[in-house]
């Protein structure tokens, strides 16, 4: 039988995109991801926020880095990950996490220094030809 692992969302950085490397030197970038959804309360409809980590590796991770801030609008295609570790004082940890195969960007922000962020199309189409 065939499995599926799809991910696809659409919503707002919940903060920066933390741009690191590993040891190894691999630029690996993280932010939240922000999607608003409608439930149904006591006082009618309210809108309620979930959060997901999504997690982007190599060459595209260090564009995401350069061009996206708290708020800008994103899709994401990915894989749902499941991770466990522990901490200093051995309490074990379960994160699930989306590893983006695509980011699409939908809006800019400005840079922290003030500047507009714009993304030059030619190296985003660099990034998707070495993939």
Known sequence: MRSLNKVMLMGHLGADVDLRQTKSGLPVASFPLAI?????????????????KVVVWGKFAEVCGKYLA????????????????????????????VVADNVNFLTFKKS????????????????????
């Open 36 to 52: 608003n959804r409608n439930v149904q309360g006591e006082d009618g409809k309210t809108e309620a926020v979930d959060y997901h």
């Open 112 to 131: 922290r220094v003030g500047e507009e962020k714009g993304v030059e199309l030619e190296e985003v189409k660099e990034v998707k030809k070495k993939k």
């Open 70 to 97: 708290k708020g800008a609008a994103v899709y994401v295609e990915g894989r749902l990950i499941n991770r466990s570790f522990e901490d200093k004082e051995k309490a074990k940890h379960f994160r699930t996490e």
